[in-house]
């Protein structure tokens, strides 16, 4: 097995409403708003879930020992670049809105939804303020729409 180069194939989708996060259907997915190509190069942020440690160790032990405890997002958010016209990201992403992040990995980012296909996972997700960067020399104008997830999102998840 080859290695897969990540350039070009990265696709995350907004979508306001899935049936079955476990198992979304090529129509719902190809339904969605393509927000990645608007995104910068590092604009998914926090979409790596974290585990906390719950110790195990004994007072008598000499070496601390743990397990798994609570998974977590912290700091998810959408980097994207203000746009001309009728910027679909600006006027969709607005906060209090309740809706679904999905994001695929691994083919094309214009690739349109098969079943069959893999995804990194389907994010039940409230906006939050949108937060406008800081204006800099050599750079397109750029804001941050964070992301709270609402329930336990669906990973490694495949399109029916």
Known sequence: M???????KFRLDWLPAVAN???PTA???????????WMTADGAVGFRPETADVPTGGIEDTFDTNTNGRRSFSGTLLRIKKQT????????????????????????AATAYASGQHLQGVYPVIVAETAWLDAEPNTVERYEVPLKM?????LRVTVA
Do not use: C, H, K, M
């Open 27 to 37: 129509t719902e997915l190809n339904s969605g708003l393509r927000v990645s190509q």
């Open 150 to 154: 609402r329930v336990q999102p669906a």
């Open 2 to 8: 080859g290695d897969i180069p990540g350039d070009g």
């Open 21 to 23: 996060i476990y198992s």
């Open 85 to 108: 016209g009728s910027d679909a990201a600006y006027l969709t992403l607005i906060p209090d809105t309740e809706g679904f992040v999905v994001v695929r990995r691994s083919l094309p």
